[in-house]
């Protein structure tokens, strides 16, 4: 693998991680950022989601996908901006504004190994 792969593949794991903790605790991952809890489904569906675009990161980077992995850096980085402006907005918990960062420090690390390249 690549070092812009590498990201990419680990990435996905975090994708998992999140997905799954929406489809199964969704409540918790919710109450910790301080948005309202839910007992529908809507939150589950977007973990189903988000564990689908996991499996996508995932694949592409373990198979060395070098078309995909570039596409990765903007919308991460729009990931991060829309958060940051629910945040702001007081749409949402600033801890939603964290998620995101996570996201453009995915972002970032793919960009550099790709400008390393």
């Given at each position: 693998?690549?070092?812009?792969a ?5 990435f996905?794991?975090?994708?998992y991680l999140?997905?799954?903790?929406l489809?199964?605790i ?26 689908l675009?996991?499996?996508?990161y ?5 198979k ?20 940051l ?21 995915g972002?970032?690390?793919?960009f550099?190994a790709l400008?390393?390249?």
């Amino acid at each position: 693998m690549t070092p812009a792969a590498k990201s990419v593949y680990y990435f996905g794991f975090y994708l998992y991680l999140l997905g799954f903790t929406l489809i199964f605790i969704p409540n918790f991952l919710l109450k910790t950022m301080g948005l309202p809890e839910t007992n529908e489904v809507w939150i589950r569906v977007v973990g189903l989601l988000v564990l689908l675009i996991g499996f996508y990161y995932h694949q592409a980077g373990a198979k060395n996908i070098s078309a995909f992995i570039p596409l990765t850096i903007p919308t991460r980085m729009i990931v991060f901006v829309t958060f940051l402006a629910f945040a702001l907005l007081q749409l949402a918990s600033p801890m939603l504004a964290g998620f995101g960062a996570i996201d453009l420090a995915g972002a970032i690390w793919t960009f550099m190994a790709l400008k390393k390249k």
